[in-house]
């Protein structure tokens, strides 16, 4: 049974710094990709950024790019985002998504089909 569990969310100022992580405990293929996706209030969920488990492939979208990094931890099964610069429409709950059947490191949530319960990003002004 694949468990996803995500931790780190919090409140910070404009400008600021957060570092998401999570754990996926019962994958067993190696070849398969993980992700971060965010839903406002009001807004569809959409994707942040993915990463193969090999940390080969990267997929951010255009306006985290520069500002937020994504990185994969293979002994432990753990999947990290450090966000920077944080502006306060990067405000939403984060969760994080496993993808077990190879699609090629897209943010479309409907390749991933295991998902962590979320973690609240707020950035104040």
């Known amino acids: 049974q694949v468990q996803v569990v995500e931790s780190g969310g919090g409140l910070v100022q404009a400008g600021g710094s957060l570092r998401l992580s999570c754990t996926a405990s019962g994958l067993t293929v190696d070849d398969h990709a993980m992700g971060w996706f965010r839903q406002a209030l009001g807004k569809e969920r959409e994707g942040v950024s993915s990463?193969?488990?090999?940390?080969?492939?990267?997929h951010h979208r255009g306006d985290v790019k520069g500002r937020f990094n994504i990185s994969t931890d293979n002994a432990t099964n753990a999947l990290s985002l450090q966000m920077n610069s944080l502006q306060p429409e990067d405000t939403g709950i984060y969760y994080c998504?496993?993808?077990?059947?190879?699609?090629?490191?897209?943010?479309?949530?409907?390749?991933?089909?295991?998902w962590g319960q979320g973690t609240q990003v707020t950035v104040s002004e």
């Open positions: 990463i193969s488990w090999s940390g080969e492939f990267i």
């Open positions: 998504a496993a993808e077990t059947t190879w699609t090629g490191c897209t943010l479309n949530s409907y390749t991933f089909n295991y």
